[in-house]
């Protein structure tokens, strides 16, 4: 199942992937896995930019009554900043978990047995026999940007305080304002006697462009293979169900459709449902279902529409 198809089709997210021909069974879970994760770390970015304007924001609240006076940082604390902080342990996690798909995604189209982590297909390339274009896309990547994400997500992952990634937050003052929060330089040997802050790292725009560098790879190797961008339509999974037998007519399953509208001056929010179900005879119909005026209502409570 795909969630949030029309999210990524606004966004042109994996509509490349989307277009790889399904080889197999195997193939098709691989390409969805993928495809979800995305939207996972789409949907964090999404909020830590939402929350990095909350910061700002706040910050600006009393701003006119900070002593200021050319400071190039101030630590700011707030429930935002926090919540911030927060969305970076997965964001890194989903980040990780993208790259191994990847591969996993390349075995799968080639046939071909390869590291389950990109970290140590990367360190003994020479032995996997693939794609030679693919093998230089997965090479630049990792030069350029996958590497570091490894290099994070190691440290909050395995031998160090969870604080190493989050205890430096800041507002950097000039020349405007904006949230800094401060993570180690890049080594090649991880080692936490020997983290330097020397490069200024502002972890919110190194996972911006972590973010940019993942979908770009992903959408080029899909290319790579000959796939042509293909829009996501919405889908539903009824596997989980098992068994449908004995046939009988009911209710299968149901897909819920909230999307904001513009309608002349005001934003308006569509509410609807297609309801699948199973008719004697075993074979699915469709049925679109739309709201009554009392449920109106308890929708527009339930969204918080005025």
């Given at each position: 199942m ?7 089709n606004?966004?042109e997210?994996?509509?490349?992937l ?6 197999n069974s195997?193939?098709?879970?691989i ?18 930019r ?10 600006d609240?009393?701003a ?13 604390a ?7 902080l927060?969305?970076i342990?997965p964001f890194l ?5 993208l790259?191994?798909?990847t591969?996993?995604l390349?075995?799968?189209?080639e ?15 020479e ?9 230089e ?36 003052i000039?020349?405007e304002p904006i ?10 040997i ?10 200024k ?6 996972f ?22 293909k ?5 539903i999974r009824?596997g ?39 008719n ?8 679109r ?17 005025r």
């Amino acid at each position: 199942m795909l969630f949030l198809p029309d999210l990524l089709n606004r966004h042109e997210l994996f509509l490349a992937l989307n277009g790889l021909d399904q080889r197999n069974s195997k193939f098709g879970e691989i390409k969805e896995s993928i495809i979800n994760h995305g939207t996972d770390a789409f949907l964090r970015m999404e909020r830590i930019r939402a929350l990095n304007d909350l910061i700002l924001g706040e910050f600006d609240l009393f701003a006119d009554q900070m002593s200021l006076r050319g400071e190039e940082v101030i630590v700011f604390a707030s429930r935002s900043m926090g919540a911030l902080l927060m969305e970076i342990s997965p964001f890194l996690a989903t980040l990780r978990i993208l790259q191994n798909k990847t591969l996993a995604l390349i075995s799968a189209q080639e046939s071909v047995s390869l590291p389950s982590s990109m970290s140590d297909f990367c360190k003994k390339v020479e032995r996997y026999r693939i794609n030679s274009d693919v093998r230089e896309l997965i090479l630049m990547y990792w030069e350029s940007s996958g590497k570091h994400v490894k290099f994070y997500r190691d440290i909050d992952q395995h031998d160090f305080d969870k604080t190493e990634l989050i205890s430096r937050y800041f507002i950097r003052i000039a020349p405007e304002p904006i949230t800094y929060v401060e993570i180690p330089d890049y080594q090649k040997i991880l080692k936490k006697s020997e983290f330097t802050y020397e490069n200024k790292i502002n972890a919110l725009e190194f996972f911006d462009e972590a973010g940019f560098q993942i979908h770009s790879l992903i959408e080029a190797i899909s290319t790579s293979y000959g796939a042509e961008q293909k829009l996501h339509a919405d889908s539903i999974r009824l596997g989980q169900l098992g068994d449908l037998t004995p046939w009988r007519y009911r209710t299968l399953a149901v897909m819920l459709e909230n999307k904001m509208e513009r309608r002349g001056e005001e934003n308006a929010m569509n509410i609807g449902a297609i309801r699948l179900d199973q008719n004697e005879e075993g074979k699915p119909v469709l049925q679109r279902m739309f709201l009554s005026e009392d449920k109106l209502g308890q929708a527009k409570i339930l969204y918080g529409i005025r």
